[in-house]
């Protein structure tokens, strides 16, 4: 049986990546571009996904810098024989499952918050700033 490799990065905002994949079962053994169609159509701008958010390994560099984000970029799915591994999974997950997060997770809307603590916290002080230079008047948004 093929599994399915799910390849996917973290890019943060000084283009610096931090790579991911995880191996998913293939049991209907569904066509890669197959997979690929569904996949991108639950991603933000086609490519983009929150980790978290559908039991992915956050990617995320040790080190915090101001204008980081909670997105990953997804990168592709290909077919092969290594065995399932998904490292955020108590089990082995079927690609199915997957796709399945993946629509849970775009007809709720992709969650900026549900991301690791410090990056939740940065983001809710930039809300917050954003919020109050609004709410002044202030007209020179960064």
């Not at 086609?46 to 990617?59: D, K, M, N």
Request: hydrophobic letters at 35%.
């Amino acid at each position: 049986m093929t599994n399915i490799r799910f390849v996917y990065m973290y890019r943060d905002a000084s283009n610096y990546k931090q790579h991911g994949e995880a191996i998913f079962s293939n049991e209907k053994q569904l066509p890669v571009d197959e997979i690929e169609k569904q996949v991108r159509a639950c991603l933000n701008d086609g490519a983009y996904f929150i980790a978290r958010q559908i039991h992915i390994e956050e990617r995320f560099f040790d080190a915090l810098y101001d204008d980081d984000h909670p997105w990953h970029e997804f990168v592709r799915v290909e077919g092969t024989s290594t065995p399932a591994f998904d490292p955020e999974s108590d089990h082995r997950r079927d690609i199915t499952e997957l796709l399945a997060e993946l629509e849970t997770a775009h007809c709720a809307g992709w969650d900026e918050m549900n991301v690791r603590e410090d990056l939740a916290k940065q983001l809710t002080g930039h809300k917050r700033a954003l919020k109050q230079r609004l709410e002044s008047g202030e007209e020179d948004l960064p």
